[in-house]
């Protein structure tokens, strides 16, 4: 290869170079943008009604007593099935990830069943009445912060009220449900 090929390789080279320095100028002078008076993106959130005072007041809840009138034992079975991932009914039932729940109604909180149950539960002493359940059941992180069960809770009212009765249905001797004629 002599000079005068090497020079226009590197001449080339060069060229290419000025280009691309002179097309970045020339994109950034059309293309500038402008000086931001806030930095940051906005998040638009919408505004509840209540102008920002406070959270908004839920829509008042029906009563336990009221939907478990019309509870099914049956459906409350379907929806156990969300449950059965880690927990057992049968009576005597073995534990997996939580206790078995036959006959848990009317059941101590945090104990029984030869379960380890979290601090968080053994703490909060007490029975498991219908409406401690419903609670639990609804957001179970909510009524006792820190358990360990990690599932949401089921917020459906009447999905609750069924799995309720079939709950209550557990037992050897079921309590009469509240609001059940």
């Not at 009212?157 to 059940?180: H, Q």
Request: some cysteine; glycine content about 12%; charged content about 20%.
């Amino acid at each position: 290869m002599n000079s005068f090929e090497l020079n226009k390789i590197m001449g080339a080279v060069l060229a290419t170079c000025l280009l691309l320095l002179v097309t970045s100028m020339t994109a950034g002078a059309i293309f500038a943008p402008g000086k931001v008076a806030k930095p940051g993106y906005e998040i638009a959130v919408k505004e509840d009604a209540s102008g920002g005072a406070g959270p908004a007041k839920a829509a008042a809840a029906v009563p336990i007593e009221t939907l478990l009138a019309n509870a099914s034992v049956e459906k409350g079975q379907a929806a156990s099935k969300k449950c059965a991932a880690c927990h057992t009914f049968e009576k005597g039932g073995p534990n997996k990830v939580g206790p078995n729940l036959f006959g848990i109604v009317g059941e101590e909180r945090g104990v029984g069943h030869n379960f380890n149950f979290s601090a968080a539960m053994k703490a909060k002493t007490g029975k498991w009445t219908i409406d401690d359940l419903n609670k639990f059941i609804e957001s179970p992180k909510g009524f006792i912060p820190g358990t360990a069960m990690g599932f949401a809770g089921i917020s459906k009212d009447t999905e609750r009220a069924d799995l309720l009765a079939y709950l209550n249905s557990l037992s050897d001797s079921p309590a009469p449900l509240p609001g059940k004629k």
